[in-house]
């Protein structure tokens, strides 16, 4: 047991990850059900054991180095090769993992290759220099110092800062929890490192890969959270699906209206008007705001929504309502279940996708850029579903006649710009249409 206490920080860590280790395995089943909506990565099962291997090997070391008397030196030093190699391939799984579950994994070979040729050269040179490592006798422990070392820690911070760049450089594209979780790791990283370098025998590298891994469990690996987010948009579906149902519709209006709106927000975000509003948290809010858009019409009466024929002038008037009672049911009721900023934007998709670029639209009558973002993008997407679908007032309308009434439409019912981005892709458009009416 004397020989333990050199490395009692690391067996804290090591308890740390293995606790954390049998609860994502227990996890497994259900994360792979819903992995797949939240782009989850499945680099974070190599990570997570080539954590565990470092935190080991640095527990190892911090036993053999203070023991030089008794273990001969070619046993510490092959302790401190693995060691080093497995913090270097730590901190490159640490970096694919973020590119991966933000702005997505390269395609390109040489790209991959660009990313992967620090590390190679560093564990290169950890071994060319390890036979020169110092073992040094400080004031309450053993400690190694020399090139091997310099060169991990150089490979360490070569590789926060290519993280640093590559998401800066996508950053509008990576949700805010995305964003938050990173920044802690990198904090961690650098504190614990710049003490590791200022206090070379405090021997604590081993907390930041153990403080970054639970950080990343806890924000992005655990299903408890992956499967409240799941089940809310299940919730938000299915009443939405419920609400539809009263208009004698089977629920493909809400899919195929959510779905148009979100592929014109991402067309639109090419734009560069847009590209500093449409980021990753506007159309993650989006996905779920949009199948809220007629979740009024659970207060109108059943009599004028399946009516087979044209409205009369008060029912139609009583049909207008719908935009300003689905308002209240979210400000009321199911804004409060989530985020504020999915809140105001469901609120906003909801009460204004009914009103019209020239300010002649309902409840309000706003104008232009008046209108929220997300309820003129709504308004194509729901005018377009509309036209297209059948309805059991009338039949479908062909797609070049659907076509030519957003057409129509731009500048007078539909922000140019949103009806510009809803022509960008015309062929996925068709796809949405064409894969719903197979169903």
């Keep these: 047991m004397i020989i333990l206490q050199w490395s009692k920080t690391q067996i804290l860590c090591l308890m740390i990850l293995i606790y954390i280790g049998i609860n994502y395995i227990r996890e497994g089943n259900r994360l792979n059900k819903i992995s797949a909506s939240f782009n989850c990565s499945p680099i974070f099962d190599a990570f997570y054991i080539i954590t565990e291997v470092a935190v080991l090997f640095d527990g190892i070391t911090a036993c053999t180095i203070n023991y030089l008397d008794r273990i001969p030196r070619i046993v510490n030093l092959l302790a401190h090769?693995?060691?080093?190699?497995?913090?270097?391939?730590?901190?490159?799984?640490?970096?694919?993992?973020?590119?991966?579950?933000?702005?997505?994994?390269?395609?390109g070979k040489w790209v991959k290759?660009?990313?992967?040729?620090?590390?190679?050269?560093?564990?290169?040179?950890?071994?060319?220099?390890?036979?020169?490592?110092?073992?040094?006798?400080?004031?309450?422990?053993?400690?190694?110092m020399g090139s091997a070392v310099y060169v991990c820690f150089g490979s360490i911070i070569i590789y926060c800062v290519l993280?640093?760049?590559?998401?800066?450089?996508?950053?509008?594209?990576?949700?805010?929890?995305?964003?938050?979780?990173?920044?802690?790791?990198?904090?961690?990283?650098?504190?614990?490192?710049?003490?590791?370098?200022?206090i070379p025998e405090?021997?604590?590298?081993?907390?930041?890969?153990?403080?970054?891994?639970?950080?990343?469990?806890?924000s992005m690996e655990n299903t408890d959270i992956y499967g409240l987010e799941h089940y809310q948009h299940e919730m938000v579906m299915g009443f939405a699906t419920l609400v539809e149902n009263k208009d004698d519709n089977t629920g493909g209006h809400i899919r195929r209206s959510s779905a148009y709106a979100v592929?014109?927000?991402?067309?639109?975000?090419?734009?560069?008007n847009y590209k500093n509003v449409i980021t990753k948290d506007f159309l993650d809010n989006l996905v779920q705001?949009?199948?809220?858009?007629?979740?009024?019409?659970?207060?109108?009466?059943?009599?004028?929504?399946?009516?087979?024929?044209?409205?009369?002038?008060?029912?139609?008037?009583?049909?207008?309502?719908?935009?300003?009672i689905g308002g209240k049911i979210i400000q009321d009721t199911f804004g409060h279940l989530f985020n504020g900023e999915?809140?105001?934007?469901?609120?906003?998709?909801?009460?204004?996708?009914?009103?019209?670029?020239?300010?002649?639209?309902?409840?309000?009558?706003?104008?232009?850029?008046?209108?929220?973002?997300?309820?003129?993008?709504?308004?194509?997407?729901?005018?377009?579903?509309?036209?297209?679908?059948?309805?059991?007032?009338?039949?479908?309308?062909?797609?070049?006649e659907c076509y030519s009434i957003i057409k129509n439409g731009r500048g007078v019912d539909f922000d140019p710009d949103v009806v510009d981005a809803f022509f960008a892709n015309t062929q996925k458009i068709e796809e949405i249409y064409s894969s719903s009416n197979k169903e």
């Design 263 to 272: 592929l014109v927000a991402k067309n639109l975000r090419k734009n560069k």
């Design 289 to 324: 705001s949009a199948p809220m858009h007629d979740i009024g019409k659970i207060g109108i009466p059943d009599a004028i929504l399946q009516k087979p024929g044209k409205l009369t002038q008060d029912e139609f008037e009583k049909m207008k309502e719908h935009p300003s």
């Design 163 to 198: 993280t640093i760049v590559v998401i800066i450089s996508k950053y509008r594209y990576i949700s805010k929890k995305k964003r938050q979780s990173l920044a802690i790791s990198l904090v961690f990283i650098a504190f614990i490192l710049a003490l590791q370098i200022m």
């Design 81 to 107: 090769l693995c060691m080093f190699v497995s913090y270097e391939i730590y901190v490159v799984l640490l970096f694919w993992y973020w590119v991966s579950v933000t702005v997505g994994m390269p395609k």
């Design 113 to 144: 290759a660009a990313y992967i040729l620090p590390n190679m050269i560093s564990v290169l040179l950890t071994i060319y220099f390890l036979p020169n490592l110092d073992f040094i006798q400080g004031k309450y422990t053993n400690y190694s």
């Design 342 to 400: 999915y809140e105001n934007m469901a609120y906003q998709v909801a009460r204004y996708h009914h009103e019209k670029w020239n300010g002649k639209g309902y409840p309000e009558g706003l104008r232009g850029t008046e209108i929220p973002l997300c309820a003129r993008i709504m308004a194509v997407a729901d005018v377009f579903d509309a036209v297209s679908a059948k309805r059991c007032y009338r039949d479908a309308m062909p797609l070049d």
């Design 202 to 218: 405090s021997l604590i590298s081993c907390m930041a890969a153990t403080m970054v891994t639970i950080s990343i469990y806890l």
